[in-house]
T-cell receptor, first 113, second 113 residues
Framework: ETGVTQTPRHLVMGMTNKKSLKCEQH?????MYWYKQSAKKPLELMFV???????ENNSVPSRFSPECPNSSHLFLHLHTLQPEDSALYLC????????????FGQGTRLTVV | GQQLNQSPQSMFIQEGEDVSMNCTSS?????WLWYKQDPGEGPVLLIA?????ELTSNGRLTAQFGITRKDSFLNISASIPSDVGIYFC?????????????FGKGTKLSVKP
């Protein structure tokens, strides 16, 4: 248990569906992140939220829409995804600033059919 | 973009053997982190390093922050079957976006009993 909880753990969705991934952290951190992990690729940073404001969007397609309603919760809204979007989506949190570590959730395994 | 070169890509070892893996970069880092990821799970933080030359242990694991600040290594002594997994290095570049980690591609460790 790392203090970062992601739901659901597994999700299968069609290309026309709309779904949301949820992340909750209980560590008192002020920054949250979405990462994508595909086979044989390094972890790809998607979005960064600091103090509930989006501070980075790494050229992610608009079919991925993040939402951070407060410092403990982070969502990733999904719509009209493509099969190549199938991956493990990881949420992480940290304290912004130097010398801090990121703690990850268990991930959501997403399959787009 | 910035890259971390992690090697080896995979290792097959006998139980009881020692393991060594490393990460290098052309950029200067001010933080090095080592994570382990089990199949279908999120990465779990093993060791965090913040100072050049720092040597830190966590049980059978030892990691060092290279004095050039461009590399780090992780050693595992007397490996056991539960050490199986993918090990990732991650770092924060000196002067880079605060809180943004760069990840290596991982070292997949297999241990034969």
């Amino acid at each position: 248990e790392t203090g970062v909880t992601q739901t659901p753990r597994h999700l299968v969705m069609g290309m026309t569906n709309k779904k949301s991934l949820k992340c909750e952290q209980h560590l008192g951190h002020n920054a949250m992140y979405w990462y994508k992990q595909s086979a044989k690729k390094p972890l790809e940073l998607m979005f960064v939220y600091s103090l509930e404001e989006r501070v980075e969007n790494n050229s992610v397609p608009s079919r991925f829409s993040p939402e951070c309603p407060n410092s403990s919760h982070l969502f990733l809204h999904l719509h009209t995804l493509q099969p190549e979007d199938s991956a493990l989506y990881l949420c992480a949190s940290s304290q912004r600033g130097e010398g801090t570590e990121a703690f990850f959730g268990q991930g959501t395994r997403l399959t787009v059919v | 973009g910035q890259q971390l070169n992690q090697s080896p890509q995979s290792m097959f070892i006998q139980e009881g053997e020692d393991v060594s893996m490393n990460c290098t970069s052309s950029s200067i880092f001010n933080t090095w982190l080592w994570y382990k990821q089990d199949p279908g799970e999120g990465p779990v933080l093993l060791i965090a390093l913040y100072k050049a030359g720092e040597l830190t242990s966590n049980g059978r694991l030892t990691a060092q922050f290279g004095i050039t600040r461009k590399d780090s290594f992780l050693n595992i002594s007397a490996s056991i079957p539960s050490d199986v997994g993918i090990y990732f290095c991650a770092g924060k570049i000196y002067g880079g976006s605060q809180g943004n980690l760069i990840f290596g591609k991982g070292t997949k460790l297999s241990v034969k009993p």
